[in-house]
């Protein structure tokens, strides 16, 4: 991970996460795309005005020093298309990024919403190239797919490092949230108790205070309140 990706693809992310990785494309796509370009669209046109001498006589060579400059612009689009075409992992979310000239796409995930991750490769030529697919299964939604990813090994242990800490913080969030629960019943039992306790012994007294008033009720002799 370096520098110039971070400083790249910071403005896609919250200000408050880190990156900690960025998974493209394998190269093989995009030079799969450059080499098809050039072949069809830039050697098959060139050899053909070059060769014939009737292209030649019809077609003026700005045309084709316009049309040139149109396939170059096209593959600085492509090599753009495919470098911003990435998945930003970070300490909160995994976020989904497709840029283009004109629009831009962003997709993300939560962590605690990820059922399980897997790894696909569909053709030999996958394991010669070392070229995967990642899939990661959201609870009650639909996987989030990236095609043809370069050695992902290092995005993977990044994203179950990551959901390992947010398991281990949620379940030392919970323990605390019950410790807490446990200390405020015993405090709620204990100030119930003590009410009980009192309201017990404020009942007795008011018991034997009545039958100290009704023994004398009636009676003409005098009360001696020292006894």
Request: proline share 1%; aromatic share 18%.
């Amino acid at each position: 991970m370096n520098n110039f990706e971070v400083n790249f693809f910071k403005k896609y992310v919250a200000e408050w996460q880190d990156i900690k990785w960025v998974v493209h494309q394998h190269w093989i796509k995009i030079i799969w795309k450059i080499f098809f370009i050039f072949g069809v669209f830039i050697f098959v046109p060139c050899f053909l005005y070059y060769f014939s001498v009737r292209i030649r006589e019809n077609i003026a060579f700005y045309y084709l020093e316009i049309y040139l400059i149109i396939i170059y612009l096209k593959l600085i689009y492509e090599i753009f298309d495919w470098y911003n075409d990435v998945w930003i992992i970070t300490n909160e979310w995994i976020v989904d990024l497709k840029r283009a000239i004109f629009k831009t796409d962003i997709n993300s995930i939560k962590y605690e919403n990820i059922e399980w991750i897997e790894v696909e490769q569909n053709w030999f030529i996958d394991v010669l190239l070392k070229k995967w697919d990642i899939v990661i299964h959201k609870i009650w939604e639909e996987a989030f797919v990236m095609q043809d990813v370069m050695i992902p090994y290092n995005a993977l242990n990044e994203i179950e490092k990551i959901s390992k800490e947010k398991e281990e913080n949620l379940e030392e969030w919970n323990l605390d949230k019950d410790i807490r629960f446990d200390m405020i019943m015993n405090a709620l039992s204990w100030v119930v108790e003590n009410y009980l306790e009192k309201s017990s012994l404020n009942k007795q007294n008011e018991t034997i205070n009545n039958e100290f008033i009704e023994k004398f009720i009636g009676k003409d002799e005098t009360l001696d309140l020292r006894k």
